[in-house]
């Protein structure tokens, strides 16, 4: 009887662990593992009031009139984990002219900084204001295009900060299009699925059942019910690359672009001439270590190479086809490189940004754009029709920033392709003379 009871009891144990284990399906085993990276953001944004009565007042009381007054907004969203020292992705569209954001982690809630942002990929890069020492649990990247259409995926939340809210489908279909660089990413760019988000989940991951980030959660449609989208890996992945290089970070040439996200960290792309090229790397090459460090993250190989490689080469250690190499590179200041001395070597001329000052003397509206001031005899730009003081507004219908993106476009280019220049200049009829605007195509040498 006794030994009849002991089995009974085994038979029950292992039955209870048996339900156990069902219930642990690989659904549930992501979500354990990616829900406590995933965060709620509350954002303020504090923006004037106007209306024409007020501005009315204010031409006979001036400044005695007193300030315009102004109105607090708030907005909710979802955000992802992706560095254990709190960095974190959310939609552009989340934080975009906040001027406080909050994020919630669990029970705790931090003060938030916005790093970057680009309303193109609508994606954007925050940090937690946490006390030193703190870490926070991050999700992992899954590799770019490893999609099947028709796997199930998981869609997380924290809408409200009262607690992780998911949804599961399946991936319906991938990105529909080739990237267009600098053009708006739309519904043809994203991951569709019909896991369900709604409007508090925009900036929440988009998971595979490995508990990998396949995308950032963006958008609901509306008019076709269960459908929503998200932003891919990919997209993702170039974003954050862009927003910690050391170019847009420093104005450091290193001319590497490395994918974030995954161990050990990769080259994905060496730009011809740059400090990267120079020293001999190559994409695909695999980054062990930085001067004997092993970086633990994307995030801790940048600041790493910004606090080492402005005054000293630094010794990366690469994997390449499997066999080690060691390569010293040397970060540049850009305005050493992309300057008018460049310009006048590929095209033949010479600009200066335009001001309303210049404009003013040399009689144009105050056009933001670039002003020629030289052009080479014989040289693209001459054959063109280009002058000295016509306006270049935009190159390749991008408006450069500064001098070192003017010049950046046009380094990026290869012998024999053309850049499209939109021109604003004067035209003398007779004692008159009018603005015209134009568009030409220059070679580049």
């Known amino acids: 009887m006794k030994s009849f009871l002991s089995l009974l009891a085994l038979l029950l144990v292992a039955a209870n662990a048996a339900g156990a284990n069902e219930r642990q399906t690989p659904s549930v085993r992501a979500i354990e593992k990616v829900l406590p990276a995933v965060v709620n953001i509350a954002t303020e944004t504090v923006v004037e009031v106007r209306d024409p009565f007020t501005d009315m007042l204010r ?30 992705l959310t939609n552009e569209h989340v934080v975009r002219r906040a001027t406080k954001i909050w994020v919630k982690v669990g029970e705790e809630e931090y003060p938030a900084t916005r790093i970057a942002g680009d309303a193109t990929s609508d994606v954007a890069l925050l940090q937690i204001k946490a006390p030193e020492g703190r870490r ?84 609901v449609f509306r008019e076709g019910q269960g459908i929503g989208f998200a932003i891919p890996i990919r997209r993702v992945s170039e974003s954050i690359s862009r927003f910690l290089s050391p170019e847009e970070t420093s104005s450091l040439w290193f001319g590497a672009r490395i994918r974030p996200g995954r161990k050990p960290l990769e080259i994905t792309q060496v730009e011809p ?50 066999k ?40 144009l509206p105050p056009y933001r754009g670039f002003v020629i001031t030289d052009v080479r005899d014989g040289s693209p730009a001459a054959k063109a029709g280009l002058l000295p003081e016509h306006v270049i507004r935009a190159v390749d219908e991008t408006v450069p920033r500064d001098l070192i993106e003017f010049a950046k476009l046009i380094h990026r ?10 021109l604003v200049f004067t035209e003398t009829r007779g004692r008159y003379y009018m603005f015209r605007e134009g568009r030409t195509s220059v070679g580049v040498e």
């Open 324 to 363: 080690r190499r060691e390569v010293n590179v040397r970060l540049r200041p850009e305005k050493e490189f992309f300057d008018n001395e460049l310009l006048s070597r590929h095209i033949g001329l010479k600009v200066t940004p335009n001001t309303p000052d210049l404009s003013r003397r040399l009689g």
């Open 136 to 219: 926070f649990t991050a999700v992992a990247f899954a590799p770019d295009d490893d999609l099947m259409l028709g796997e199930t995926v998981i869609a997380l939340g924290n809408p409200f900060g009262l607690g992780g809210s998911v949804s599961r489908g399946i991936l319906s279909s991938k990105s529909r299009r080739q990237p267009l660089e600098d053009q708006p990413l739309e519904i043809r760019d994203w991951l569709q699925t019909d896991a369900a988000i709604n409007p508090g989940n925009s900036g929440g991951p988009l998971i595979n059942l490995n508990g990998e980030l396949i995308g950032l959660n963006v958008a």
């Open 273 to 322: 001439s740059s400090p990267a090229a120079i020293a001999g790397l190559q994409t695909g090459d695999e980054i062990l270590q930085l001067n004997q460090h092993s970086p633990t993250s994307f995030i801790d190989f940048t600041r790493r190479l910004l606090n080492l490689g402005s005054t000293d080469p630094v010794k990366l250690t690469v994997n390449r086809a499997g």
């Open 59 to 88: 031409q006979f009381w001036g400044d005695h009139y007193g300030p315009n007054p102004r109105q607090t907004t708030t907005s909710l969203g979802s955000g992802v984990i992706i560095d254990e020292e709190g960095y974190l």
């Open 413 to 422: 280019k290869s012998k024999g392709d053309k850049a499209v220049f939109d």
